[in-house]
């Protein structure tokens, strides 16, 4: 048997490239469960692995594609049987081990989640990693004692996937949303999702040595690291707590002390999505499925093909992607 997959290898020269390929089925990884793909989508690390940069991908060829959601064909763990609907996201699917840029994938059983019974395998994919990500933001911020009684929450980096199923998500669940956002063509589509404040990425991008600010916010969820996660912890209430979720402008915290960790007891919460435990995951996606109006994902929702891979990880890479992207594997 084979499969269709998009393969990215690495010649002599350095040089790397993406095709698709057809496979035999002897090339897939070693694995407890083997899964007919449906839909994969797209995420930033996605167009890392594609184009060979961060240093995520160790060996070629690899298939990238670090979630999917689809229907077991085999299995060799009691846990699954065939035909049942599972979703994977994390454990370095993707980076270290071939990933969902396929029409089949072997994996172990313990990286796979049952697919609650009112997802599509579609809607799995439109939630994807990014979405499970801010579910599980939402779910901190939630025991770290942030209300919606408390003031508003702000979103960083809005219009991509983490931030637009962040928005969503508060919106539905009483929140008031300010969303943050460096494209201005984009406060439609934020205000669509639930955003009641559209925030210029100017007022929170730029350094400033104080190191408290006007208590503004109750809580947020940052997509962006930088200085613009410093200034936000600068704004918190009292008692606020940030969500920190990504690095799009840099790993550092510049300009920052902790000041308003100690005068105003602002929490820094973690957010790790890759190696949740099982159980956490279950109860993430249980939520999800409650908690996320499908008619607002859906409007987030571009579906694409495999072939349109390459050019579409230039484009997360250099973020000119909105929403969230549903890669359809057998189109």
């Not at 989640?113 to 997802?119: A, D, I, R, S």
């Not at 209430?237 to 799009?248: E, I, S």
């Not at 409650?290 to 929702?301: T, Y």
């Amino acid at each position: 048997m084979t499969f269709q997959a998009l393969l990215v290898e690495k010649a002599g020269d350095g040089a790397v490239t993406a095709s698709i390929q057809e496979l035999d089925d002897s090339r897939l990884p070693d694995g407890d469960v083997t899964v007919a793909v449906e839909y994969s989508t797209l995420n930033y690390k996605d167009g890392l692995c594609i184009n060979g940069k961060g240093g995520l991908v160790r060996t070629f060829p690899h298939v990238p594609g670090v979630d999917f959601a689809g229907t077991v064909e085999t299995s060799d763990d009691p846990r699954y049987r065939p035909g049942d609907r599972v979703v994977l996201t994390g454990w370095r699917v993707g980076e270290v081990w071939w990933g969902g840029y396929a029409t089949r994938a072997r994996v172990k059983a313990d990286w796979l989640v049952p697919l609650p019974e009112t997802l599509s395998t579609r809607q799995a994919m439109a939630i994807g990693t990014a979405g499970l990500t801010s579910m599980l933001s939402v779910i901190a911020l939630e025991k770290a004692g942030v209300s919606p009684l408390k003031g508003e929450v702000l979103v960083t980096g809005a219009a991509g996937g983490v931030g637009s199923v962040g928005v969503a998500l508060l919106a539905k669940l009483g929140y008031s949303v300010a969303a943050v956002t460096g494209r201005p063509e984009t406060a439609g589509y934020l205000k669509s999702l639930g955003a009641e404040t559209i925030v210029e990425r100017a007022e929170l991008a730029e350094a400033n040595s104080r190191p408290l600010e006007s208590e503004r916010w109750a809580g947020a969820i940052d997509a962006v690291g930088g200085d613009m996660l410093a200034r936000v912890l600068k704004q918190m209430k009292y008692d606020g707590a940030v969500a920190a979720v990504g690095l799009a402008a840099g790993a550092g915290v510049p300009s920052f002390t902790v000041i308003p960790f100690l005068l105003r007891g602002v929490s820094l919460l973690g957010i790790d999505s890759v190696m949740r435990p099982y159980d956490q995951r279950v109860d993430a996606w249980s939520r999800i499925a409650a908690d996320l109006p499908m008619d607002v994902l859906e409007a987030m929702v571009v579906e694409r093909r495999l072939s349109d891979l390459p050019e579409l990880a230039d484009q997360i890479l250099e973020g000119k992607v909105k929403g969230r992207v549903v890669i359809d594997v057998n189109a």
